[in-house]
T-cell receptor
Framework: AQTVTQSQPEMSVQEAETVTLSCTYDTSESDYYLFWYKQPPSRQMILVIRQEAYKQQNATENRFSVNFQKAAKSFSLKISDSQLGDAAMYFCAYRSAYLTSGTYKYIFGTGTRLKVLA | DTGVSQDPRHKITKRGQNVTFRCDPISEHNRLYWYRQTLGQGPEFLTYFQNEAQLEKSRLLSDRFSAERPKGSFSTLEIQRTEQGDSAMYLC???????????FGSGTRLTVV
């Protein structure tokens, strides 16, 4: 079974600075997707960035980028030029690329609460 | 279309009562998922529908839980004889066939007292 581990329950960053959130995962599969979701206090989960395992190039979305190390099974999120609106819970998630039992469920980590200091 | 809608946003119920939650997915999405999120944890998969067919149920979904998606549109999640351990956020998400990511709703927070 796949697992996702986020070892940082809470992180703080000064506004305009850069912060990196860690995520490791375990799987025996070779093809899968990895995601970072943001959950602000308003509760709706919002997709931040995703990475396909078959792609060597790290995904980037504006101020958000990932460091995907497939061999190490590591998937960290870097937030540059942090803004007050970035404060939220961040969840790392795994999804198999293989159709098993007809579903595409996610496996989430326990989350990292990011605080942005003014 | 304004995204995935869940109702109610909050529900407080006494132990032993039945509760029902509703999820309205994005209209063109044929896949619908229910997740449960307890305090300090990430969401955990409960069940999945493709159109009106329930294709997978987690072991977390005990006999007291039932989910339906009549006509492949909105879905309901019912919990019978609620227990304090059922207190959690219940999240609904939807996607269309071929999509990798989901769109989540804002969730229903259940408190069992």
């Amino acid at each position: 079974a796949q697992t996702v581990t986020q070892s940082q329950p809470e992180m703080s960053v000064q506004e305009a600075e850069t912060v990196t959130l860690s995520c490791t995962y375990d799987t025996s599969e070779s093809d899968y997707y990895l995601f970072w979701y943001k959950q602000p206090p308003s509760r709706q989960m919002i997709l931040v960035i995703r990475q396909e395992a078959y792609k060597q190039q790290n995904a980037t979305e504006n101020r958000f980028s990932v460091n995907f190390q497939k061999a190490a099974k590591s998937f960290s999120l870097k937030i540059s030029d942090s803004q007050l609106g970035d404060a939220a819970m961040y969840f790392c998630a795994y999804r198999s690329a293989y159709l098993t039992s007809g579903t595409y469920k996610y496996i989430f980590g326990t989350g990292t609460r990011l605080k942005v200091l003014a | 279309d304004t995204g995935v809608s869940q109702d109610p946003r909050h529900k407080i119920t006494k132990r032993g009562q039945n509760v029902t939650f509703r999820c309205d997915p994005i209209s063109e999405h044929n896949r619908l998922y229910w997740y449960r999120q307890t305090l300090g944890q990430g969401p955990e998969f409960l069940t999945y529908f493709q159109n009106e067919a329930q294709l997978e149920k987690s072991r977390l979904l005990s006999d007291r839980f039932s989910a339906e998606r009549p006509k492949g549109s909105f879905s309901t999640l019912e919990i019978q004889r609620t227990e304090q351990g059922d207190s959690a956020m219940y999240l609904c998400a939807s996607s269309f066939r071929g999509a990798v990511g989901y769109t989540f709703g804002s969730g229903t927070r259940l408190t069992v007292v």
